[in-house]
Structures are given as structure tokens and as C-alpha cells.
């Protein structure tokens, strides 16, 4: 084999390797600034880049899967009012005037809040709401105040 043959297969081989695909997940920044050529400066601006497009696309999807979740959690939570009220007066009229009635009421908890609403049922109606963590008392202000 002569020279220029041996040198067109060494530029073959390099141009291959070059080609190749790189496994960079064990590589350091600098280990791929060589092979790539791009500064460590630049790698650093396109990985945070990319991280910081990932985070939010995960937060996106979070937030979307949590607002499904609460939607479940309403829905689930009307039926059983529904089933309550059927099951204590066996009424099934007085079940389209609750739904008629949500968004007004859900409307009034949102406009005095959560401790203000529990207490006037619990004088109105003498109604007490048990939960199953403690902190979720402190969290709505339920429960006796610590003095």
C-alpha cells in the first residue's frame, strides 16, 4: 500500500469517528467542548437553557394534571352531597336545587373564606367537621385556638 492510499484511509477513519454518535452522559463539559469544539461558556448557556425548558414544561404538565385532580375532587365531592341528601330526606327534587345552588355558595366560601364559612354552619346548623390530619385544622383555622 502506498503513502497516499494509507493517508486517504487515516482521513476515511477520522472522518468516520468524527461522524459517529457520542455517548456524552459520562462526558465532562470539557471532555465535550473537545470533541464538539463549542467553548465550556457556551455549553453551560445551552445546558441551562434546555433545563430551564424542561422545568417549565414539567411545571406546565404538573399544574394541568393538578387542576384535573381538583376537578375530580369537586365532582366527587358534590356526588357524595347528592347521595347525602338523597339518603337523609329521599328527596331527588331537592337534588337539582343543590346543583342549581354550587356556584352562588361556592362563590360566598370564596368571598368570606374558609374559617368564616365553617363557623356560620357550625352556628347556623351546630354542624362539625372532623378531619384527619391536625394540621389540616391549624391550616383552615379549625379546632381550638392555642393561647
Known amino acids: ?26 462526558f465532562s463539559l470539557e471532555q465535550i467542548s473537545k470533541v464538539t469544539g ?12 434546555r433545563e430551564d425548558e424542561i422545568r ?4 406546565k404538565e404538573s399544574q394541568e ?10 365532582v366527587a365531592n358534590i356526588l357524595i352531597s347528592l347521595y347525602a341528601i338523597k339518603m ?12 342549581d345552588n354550587i356556584n352562588p355558595a361556592k362563590e360566598y366560601v ?19 367537621i372532623e378531619f384527619d390530619s391536625f394540621d389540616i385544622n391549624k391550616e383552615f383555622g379549625f379546632g381550638e385556638s392555642e393561647e
Open 110 to 128: 370564596e368571598r368570606v373564606g374558609i374559617e368564616q364559612a365553617y363557623q356560620e354552619c357550625h352556628d347556623l346548623m351546630d354542624i362539625n
Open 1 to 26: 500500500m502506498n503513502r497516499a492510499e494509507r493517508r486517504r484511509q487515516q482521513k476515511a477513519s477520522e472522518k468516520a469517528r468524527l461522524n459517529a454518535p457520542y455517548n456524552f452522559s459520562n
Open 88 to 99: 337523609t330526606w329521599g328527596f331527588t327534587k331537592s337534588n337539582q336545587r343543590f346543583l
Open 38 to 49: 463549542a467553548r465550556v461558556e457556551a455549553l453551560k448557556l445551552y445546558l441551562k437553557q
Open 65 to 74: 394534571k393538578l387542576w384535573k385532580a381538583e376537578d375530580y375532587i369537586a
Open 56 to 59: 417549565e414544561e414539567l411545571i
